[in-house]
């Protein structure tokens, strides 16, 4: 069975930093790309950041571009965010997912595009 993980999400103050970390399991996820995704309430879900299956390449929405850094660990199948600088419009639930293309040349970047989901990560940041 399929699971993601993801932790490290709190409530932080603005300008603060927060490091999310999406642990994956049941299978490798080696040769497949891996995203961050965020929704705030009464939002639809939005594509933050994403990596290419070799680390080689980073994507980002220019909201956190600057601020934010996607890496991931793929002996340990773990993909992680580290968000610097963070602003209150910053608030949502933080979503990792797994490509459903193994071997995608860059990112992708619609939430169609990922077939694997973690549950969610809370980030809070008051102003």
């Known amino acids: 069975q399929v699971q993601l993980v993801e932790s490290g999400g709190g409530l932080v103050q603005a300008g603060d930093s927060l490091r999310l970390s999406c642990a994956a399991s049941?299978?490798?996820?080696?040769?497949?790309?891996m995203g961050w995704f965020r929704q705030a309430p009464g939002k639809e879900r939005e594509f933050v950041a994403g990596?290419?299956?070799?680390?080689?390449?980073?994507y980002y929405a220019d909201s956190v571009k600057g601020r934010f850094t996607i890496s991931r660990d793929n002996a340990k199948n773990t993909v992680y965010l580290q968000m610097n600088s963070l602003k209150p419009e910053d608030t949502a639930v933080y979503y990792c997912?797994?490509?459903?293309?193994?071997?995608?040349?860059?990112?992708?970047?619609?939430?169609?595009?990922?077939?694997?989901w973690g549950q969610g990560t809370q980030v809070t940041v008051s102003s």
């Open positions: 997912a797994v490509d459903r293309r193994r071997w995608r040349s860059g990112s992708a970047y619609s939430s169609l595009e990922y077939e694997y």
């Open positions: 990596i290419s299956w070799s680390s080689s390449s980073t």
């Open positions: 049941g299978r490798t996820f080696s040769g497949y790309a």
